[in-house]
């Protein structure tokens, strides 16, 4: 047997000792799932480059024009809404060497990110809350970086996709609403490259498409100057490897999401670089968005799990992604280019041959123009009065519903021979498609043939 289809074995009798849903495993159970992650350390061939690799990416950084962020930035009021992540914090020390005229940060923290900025304590699910504090401040520049975080464990059931959407979707809605309001100059919002999905089965990644057609909404209706920065998974410091880390340390089980969903790696430096070039590319009437060109080759949560099990010590592993009993999307020539290079991978069939160079050098942009149909506006509207009662169980049914709502006007809006384009170069990988990649791709095809 290969070591590749002995890899797949060993996760497979992982996820049926210990179903993401089931809470505890007993003593026997654990036991066994030890003795499968010492053996997937042994089999899995990549683990050490791939893991070595991915330590190697913090270095990274890009070109930034820095006269033209000091030109936006200097001797005005700038915030930053999320600051407590380790890409907020570098954000907010880049920043504080461009000479702002005040800067402050925002978050659920009460400590502020650096020396010198000032803080407010802010929770931007509370919409007066954050209305109030942008209209009290009136900032020039405001950086939204505010998410829900991740545990990495089986987070599922209505409480998880109530908080997400409550926080993510609308949360940032609030800030789009507020920064229109107090007639803010620039409205910067980080996304990531699970926004690619034109559709997903999963909360967070829908979340993050939607959160991407609200902002580019908002800039369509000239209500606010907003560009949107998809960044891929910042590989120093990640959550995802503090968490493995940990979980080998203490000796407490490891859950490893999606383990053949493969991202891309790229620094907090990179980060927060590409936020401040996508500061300086606002465009009227559309949303622009920004990412990085050449990023690190992509890896997987496996390729991480098990190079920290050979470097911290083996422990017990569970698998995160069959909460659903679905496998995870992978969307060939949706979420792919479709045969175009030399752009950002984090660009997909229907965005790829609209990039074009951004004012820096090493990042690309795509000019987003959509509008959000009455009926998703609707939609929206439900969902937030959805947060504010305790009918956690209906968010799920009512964020889907909107979900393929924004899948429909974003086909829709799109150039049929563009539409026409991606569907004919899908069409040879529909038999490998999941269930849900299938649904989009007929989707697709539909609009193609209209």
């Not at 959550?239 to 000796?251: A, I, M, N, T």
């Not at 009512?398 to 539409?419: C, I, M, N, W």
Request: charged share 25%; net charge positive.
């Amino acid at each position: 047997m290969s070591a590749a289809r002995r890899v797949e074995g060993i996760l497979d009798e992982i996820r049926a000792i210990a179903p993401a849903w089931r809470r505890e495993p007993d003593h026997a159970a654990l036991r066994r799932l030890r003795e499968l992650a010492t053996e997937l350390t042994a089999t899995y061939p990549a683990g050490d480059a791939r893991y070595r690799h991915v330590l190697a990416v913090a270095g990274r950084d890009v070109d930034v024009p820095h006269r033209r962020v000091r030109d936006l930035v200097g001797g005005r009021t700038v915030l930053v809404i999320g600051s407590e992540g380790r890409i907020g914090g570098t954000l907010v020390a880049e920043l504080a060497g461009m000479g702002p005229g005040r800067l402050l940060t925002a978050g659920l923290s009460p400590d502020a990110a650096v020396d010198g900025a000032e803080h407010r304590v802010l929770d931007i699910r509370d919409r007066e809350r954050v209305s109030r504090l942008i209209a009290a401040i009136r900032p020039d520049v405001v950086f939204h970086l505010a998410s829900r975080p991740v545990t990495g464990t089986a987070e599922h059931g209505a409480h998880h996709t109530h908080d997400s959407v409550c926080t993510d979707v609308l949360g940032t809605r609030h800030v789009v609403d507020a920064c229109a309001a107090a007639r803010v100059g620039v409205l910067v919002v980080a996304s990531t490259e699970e926004s690619l999905l034109l559709y997903a089965h999963d909360v967070r990644s829908a979340g993050k498409r939607a959160i991407e057609l609200i902002v580019a909404d908002a800039a369509a209706r000239g209500r606010v100057n907003a560009v949107i920065a998809r960044l891929a998974h910042v590989a120093d410091d990640s959550p995802l490897l503090r968490r493995f880390r940990r979980s080998c340390r203490e000796g407490t089980v490891l859950w490893l999401p999606a383990p053949a969903r493969r991202f891309h790696l790229q620094s907090a430096r990179e980060a927060a670089q590409l936020l401040l070039v996508a500061a300086t590319g606002a465009r009227t009437g559309a949303a622009a968005v920004h990412a990085v060109r050449d990023l690190a080759l992509p890896a997987t949560s496996l390729d991480l799990a098990v190079g920290v099990m050979r470097e911290e010590g083996v422990t017990a592993m569970r698998i995160a992604d069959d909460v659903t009993g679905r496998p995870p999307q992978h969307c060939p020539d949706l979420t792919g280019q479709a045969g175009l290079t030399g752009v950002s991978p984090l660009f997909n069939a229907f965005e790829a041959s609209g990039a074009e160079r951004s004012v820096s050098p090493d990042i690309d942009v795509v000019t987003c123009r959509f509008r959000l149909p009455t009926a998703a506006v609707r939609q929206l509207d439900h969902l937030a009065g959805l947060c504010l009662g305790p009918r956690e169980h209906d968010m799920a049914d009512a964020f889907d519903r909107f979900a393929r709502t924004l899948l429909e006007a974003g086909l829709a809006q799109t150039p049929r021979s563009v539409v026409r384009r991606v569907a004919h170069l899908s069409e040879p990988h529909r038999e490998h498609m999941t269930a849900t990649d299938r649904m989009v791709n007929d989707r697709v095809r539909w609009w193609a043939a209209r």
